[in-house]
């Protein structure tokens, strides 16, 4: 691979050249842009495969997504700013930790209870806003995030609009083969006809950028789709599953589908590369790949601070600018995706981002580790279910994950993690059906699932009590792991002398940051209007 890397260092020095005059390139130097961010996709893919270390990547195939890491660069360690859609992609779009994003730190934050208050998400810019003033032509499609997409032109309004389809829930309730091939077809049209018409609507002197964001990955799910669908054998499973939780037939069931939804994914971004590729535009377009946080409706995946949420997958390809077969250890944030694409467009960065320009990653022709400081990352949650505890209150996570270590701050270790756990302590609990599919039941910070109703029902039973007790029960106020022997992270080491020194190291780390950026968590006004809607006092 080394000399493949020397021989084409010339030409990365002049795509660099190119990328940083773009204000006097043509359209056809300038790169376009294609981001498919997909909702609740976690580090899964083929990709990730790893013969020393059995996963869940294991299971599955998604060759579009492999192809574009093997042509490009992949990122080991990418992870979210936050575990939950509506505020890591408010981090996103305006490159800010979530905190400092106003009513775009909450999901589906109000921006009506802002009224008479500073709201920042509203004035904070935007970093594909300011692609489209420095010429890109920028479009979105599906659940995305923040910014001003420019008009279509006549000739895209021209083409046919399709139906968005989840994968699952619509080829997995087909009544027969005939009817699976073809609802399958359907499900696929929407992102070709989305591409087309991207393709279609760019004028001919801009390039374009055009984020992509499928919601296949969202629950509620058919169950056994993955089976029947995609053939992941849920016995193909065993001893792949996260070790905090029961490895047992409906858990595996429930992780089987979810991977089904990722190669469904990895299928609908085949036919966007197949239009880029027919229309001669595949070389010419950076193509990112991430998600916004990991696994739905499983303790310890969204709305958490633990790496089954917060880890996720990132790739990138632009021959033009990046040496094929590369892969990256350096940590970044999806919000340093922004400041990045802005650097190699050549427009300056806004001082109110946090987030960091990964640039450097993407240009040199190393695999491996390229900037020894990239080595750690602040991630956090506030408020997920809106009625998830009494008086709507957040359960408020800060943590800090570097290589070895993730420490984690519950600033109100009272309140419960995953949400109140109404109707567990009388004799007439919710049913099982009706955990797995309403939310709202009980515990509503954990979506509905197979695992969640398994878990919920089997709380009692001697067995599976420690691993209820430990993700789905109150927590500490602070929590340490060890990931080179505790990767699963089980074992909280807060109190034990050995790492007393790295508690206060971490500790310290992470309060800096909180302080620097001025975390209104630290005074507690995400317990207060305007963040949350109630007058109750904060217990």
Not at 78 to 94: E, Q
């Amino acid at each position: 691979m080394a000399p493949r890397i020397k021989t084409i260092a010339p030409i990365l020095y002049i795509a660099v050249s190119l990328l940083l005059g773009v204000n006097s390139s043509s359209a056809a130097e300038r790169p376009n842009i294609l981001f498919f961010f997909a909702d609740d996709w976690g580090r899964y893919a083929s990709i990730y495969s790893n013969p020393d270390t059995p996963s869940l990547s294991d299971a599955i195939k998604t060759p579009n997504i492999d192809r574009i890491a093997e042509e490009g660069v992949l990122f080991h360690n990418a992870f979210v700013p936050v575990a939950s859609c509506g505020p890591c992609r408010a981090s996103l779009a305006t490159g800010r930790y979530f905190w400092n994003c106003g009513s775009g730190a909450f999901l589906n934050g109000k921006a009506s209870n802002w009224t008479g208050h500073k709201n920042p998400f509203t004035t904070l810019p935007k970093f594909v806003d300011l692609l489209a003033d420095d010429g890109y032509f920028v479009r979105k499609s599906l659940k995305t995030f923040a910014f001003s997409p420019s008009p279509l032109g006549a000739q895209a309004r021209k083409l046919p609009k399709t139906e968005y389809q989840r994968y699952g829930l619509y080829v997995g309730t087909a009544s027969d083969d005939a009817e699976t091939r073809k609802r399958r077809e359907q499900v696929l049209d929407h992102p070709r006809r989305e591409m087309q018409r991207v393709l279609a609507g760019q004028p001919k002197d801009q390039p374009f950028f055009f984020v992509y964001g499928s919601i296949n990955a969202h629950r509620p799910y058919v169950a056994d789709s993955g089976k029947d669908l995609w053939d992941i054998q849920p016995n193909r499973l065993k001893g792949l599953i996260p070790k905090f939780l029961p490895d047992v037939d409906d858990i595996r069931r429930d992780f089987s589908d979810y991977l089904g939804k990722i190669e469904a994914l990895d299928a609908m971004l085949g036919v966007m590369l197949t239009e880029l590729e027919s229309s001669g535009q595949l070389d010419n377009t950076i193509i990112i790949l991430s998600g916004d946080h990991g696994i739905p409706g499983v303790p310890r995946g969204k709305t958490n601070c633990y790496d089954l949420a917060i880890r996720a997958p990132l790739m990138i390809r632009y021959p033009k600018l990046i040496a094929p077969r590369r892969t990256v250890d350096d940590f970044v944030s999806v919000m340093d995706i922004g400041p990045t694409l802005l650097d190699l467009a050549g427009i300056d960065v806004p001082k109110s981002m946090d987030g960091k320009s990964f640039k450097k990653q993407l240009t040199d022709n190393r695999s491996g580790w390229i900037d020894q400081h990239r080595n750690g990352v602040i991630v956090g949650r506030e408020l997920h279910f809106h009625t998830a505890r009494d008086g709507n209150l957040p359960y408020p996570m800060r943590a800090i994950r570097t290589p070895d270590f993730l420490y984690i701050r519950n600033f109100k270790p009272q309140r419960w993690p995953m949400g109140d756990p109404r109707g567990l302590d009388g004799k007439t609990p919710p049913p099982y059906e009706q955990l797995q599919h309403s939310t709202s039941v009980t515990m509503s910070d954990l979506d509905a699932s197979l695992t969640k109703a398994w878990l919920i029902t089997h709380r009692n039973d001697p067995k599976v009590k420690p691993l209820f007790d430990l993700t789905l029960n109150l927590r500490p106020a602070e929590e340490l792991y060890d990931l080179r022997v505790d990767p699963d992270q089980q074992n909280n080491l807060i109190g034990h002398d050995k790492y007393a020194a790295k508690r206060i190291e971490l500790s310290e780390r992470l309060m800096a940051v909180l302080k620097e950026t001025s975390d209104p968590r630290l005074n507690d006004a995400f317990d207060q209007p305007p963040y949350v809607d109630n007058q109750q006092r904060p217990r």
